[in-house]
């Protein structure tokens, strides 16, 4: 939880990513060491952060080059908080927006950009970030060390980027803080469906970002769309934990003032016809937020919003997308034609909401058999418990009752959420 802000602040220090993350580290390994003796501190983050603080002053002691930059931080880090926030439109105070913003510097490709920033900022595994982008482990591991050394090589200052370079910038931030959120919506892995802590990061970092550029359509878009889809954040999961899809949610556990929020953003990323790909997502989770009901959702309205997604950033996760809002509009059947036409894409192989779509589309034709084999397969392919679970429910209730009601697929596809690999390989 704290690790981003730790090597944000050290980062400070040393000017290179890659010794900060050594140092938190080091830092982590040393609360390890201490707190079962000492107990753990009052305020942990807080202790962590000294103790990386007083380790990085230390290396800088230890190295002549450093000593102009030692003296100016001998000035500055006496009395910090912890928690800062932008003291004007103009600067980014936040330790942790500057180093989303070093490490998607110009300098590294699209890829490693965000790559390195969800690593680092929002302490991703690689195998999570894998998820992220459709990609294979391997190929995220090297990204992440190749983005090191590059940004040690070229010696990238950590610092505040301003007019052109921060415009530069700003779509890799924007895309980093897309894909930290979207980890926290839905889980790559582990017992859990939900990581709010990411998602109140992403949050955080979104409307910093947006008050930092609010003439940015794109900023104020993919601010209306995180407030939209964390409104929902209770209902998506029962009293157990397990998850919630979208047609059983309770609408009055939504959060109508973050719902508001949203609205509000939305409003201010443009007219509507120059929306950019976050506000198109955010046009969609609106259309979910205004509808009373689940029967009331105004699905035509959603398929020609994520038709204009497709043209503006095309991916195979909108289309699959897609294929949902038509199926609510002109059937299953015309859907399944268009999922099928998915199923030769590298890129969606491994994606369990593929299979998992596909069985809900079988299963409401009565296809009961394939409808079952492709929940089990979706349920083989996601390595988050709770929809695995879940999956697994759906095709025994297949063998029970028949034809079931048109849920959605876990992770719930087609609601305007974020969604998985936006822009593919980048």
Known sequence: MESARIIATVARIVRDVGIAEEIAQDALVSALEQWPRSGVPERPGAWLTATAKHRAVDLVRRRETYARKLAEVGRTLSEESYDPEPSGPGDIDDDVL?????????????????????????GLRTDEIA????????????????????????????????????????GSVLEVVYLIFNEGYAATAGDDLLRPGLC???LRLARVLAALVPAEGEAQGLVALLELQASRTAARTGPDGRPVLLARQNRRRWDRLLIRRGFAALERAGDGRSYGPYALQAAIAACHARAASYEETDWATIAALYGRLGVLAPSPVVELNRAVAVSMTEGPAAALALVDALAAEPALARYHLLPSVRGDLLARLGRTEEARAEFGRAAELTRNESERTLLRERGRELGEAGEPAPDGAPGEAGEGGPARALGGDA
């Not at 110009?106 to 680092?120: D, E, M």
């Not at 998820?131 to 040690?152: D, G, Q, S």
């Not at 200052?157 to 530069?168: K, S, T």
């Open 98 to 122: 500057r180093l989303i913003f070093t490490t998607c510097h110009p300098v590294l490709s699209a890829a490693a950009r965000a790559a390195l920033t969800l690593r680092l900022v929002g």
């Open 200 to 202: 109140e990061d992403a």
């Open 131 to 170: 998820r992220a982008f459709l990609v294979p482990e391997a190929t995220v591991a090297a990204r992440v060390t190749r983005a090191k050394r590059t940004l040690a090589k070229a010696g990238v200052e950590f610092e505040v980027p301003y007019g052109e370079d921060r415009a530069a910038r700003l």
